[in-house]
């Protein structure tokens, strides 16, 4: 049987493990556990090495603003895209209307500590070491970044280093394939747990913001995402989405798109083929500052919370919410809700009570897992669409079938 097959396979029958017998899925926990720490394991290895390799292999500058541009701004656009579907939603659907909570006398305000310079002064790692040891991607992201330069710019002397980083990353590549061997298992485990926790008594309140949200993230992902591959890149949105099915099972049971970049990576480079140095760039900024899913959460939340305390917004609001909103998505971490609370943000923007939060926690996870998966997918559209307007993606690679066994051989070829 071909691993995606298996992979859903495991996702299924684990929400039907955990419905039926829930009281039996924190056995299976453990499996669960061990498959993220193993992908969590493969990240910053893999990142820094790929990148760095990625890096060298653009020696020139101009090609690397360039493309820094161009993801960002994509990213930027895909992400108001998202929000704006988000409150779109949230208006039609009303799916707060009617639960009349009573505002708290006194909505416990907490302001976030970090400023935008503090954010951008943070970017440079001040001890590599630790930024390694923390896990911190962006300021990995910038180290290999600078190395990769000053690589370049030595020349010959800075060969072996280079070559050093090209064998350890394909190293870490053999380690991500080794490791979705295990995806099953842990997909598996990971959705019985979750199912146990939630119940059918547990959704129904809330059933309204839950359909909200897969709404909108059904809508993002087919007319965004999917329309953009077919419209501006050309190319078919059913093989791209085929060709990344592994990492969105991934991201939808593990709800970290940070945590799934291994498997994305692996993904966009052996399904879609977009080119090492493109993915190897693309790809960790994306899972760090690019989360379309969680935007678009943020905005149905926050509409969620003003209707269910019966608060009207004004216009001037919504632009609020979209502009924190866009804010708060960049500074998410890709990991489990990050989004819940990042969207303290928001609500404090335009004085919505802080408490709303505590009424959507208790369905975050089911929220977290869809969000998650649409982020993936928006840093996948990105990635494809830069690397054809860099004329790095290979369409022959991008066209066959990756669900055909022989995929594999011919990606190698
Ligand atoms: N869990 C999301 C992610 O990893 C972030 C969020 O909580 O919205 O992409």
Known sequence: MKLWVKIILGLILGVIFGTLAPQYAGYVKPVGDLFINSIKMLIVPLIFSSLLVGVT????????????????????ATTAFAITIGLAIGTILQPGAGLDYQVPAKSAITQSSSTFSATIVNLIPKNPIQAMAEGNVL?????????????????????????????????????????????????????????????????????KVVIGVYLGCLVHATVTLAGSIAFIARLSPVKFLKGIIDALAV???????????????????????????????????????????TAMYQGVAALFIAQAYNIDL???????????????????????????????????????????????????????M??????????????????????????????????????????KA
């Open 57 to 76: 292999g653009m020696d020139d500058i101009k090609k690397m603003g360039r493309v820094g541009l161009k993801t960002f701004s994509l990213y930027l």
């Open 139 to 207: 300021q990995i992201i910038i180290f290999a970044i600078l190395i990769g330069i000053s690589l370049n710019l030595i020349g010959k002397k800075g060969r072996p280093v280079i070559d050093f980083f090209d064998s350890f990353a394909e190293g870490m590549y053999k380690l991500t394939a080794l490791v979705m061997e295990m995806a099953p298992y842990g997909v598996f485990a990971l959705m019985a747990f979750v199912s146990s926790k939630y119940g059918l008594s547990v959704l129904l309140p809330l059933g």
């Open 251 to 293: 991201a939808y049971s593990t709800a970290s798109s940070s945590g799934t970049l291994p498997i994305t990576i692996r993904c966009a480079r052996k399904n879609l083929g977009v080119s090492d140095n493109i993915s190897s760039f693309v790809l960790p900024l994306g899972a760090t500052i690019n989360m379309d899913g």
């Open 314 to 368: 004004t216009f001037a609001n919504y632009v609020t919410i979209i502009a924190t909103s866009t804010l708060a998505s960049i500074g998410s971490a890709g990991v489990p809700g990050a989004g819940l609370i990042m969207l303290t943000l928001v609500l404090n923007s335009v004085g919505l009570p802080v408490e709303g939060i505590a009424i959507i926690a208790g369905v975050d996870r089911i929220l977290d």
């Open 370 to 411: 869809a969000r998650t998966t649409v982020n993936v997918i928006g840093d996948c559209m990105v990635t494809v669409l830069v690397a054809k307007g860099e004329g790095e993606l290979n369409e022959d690679i991008f066209n066959l079938d990756p669900t055909n066994p022989d995929l594999s051989k011919a990606a």
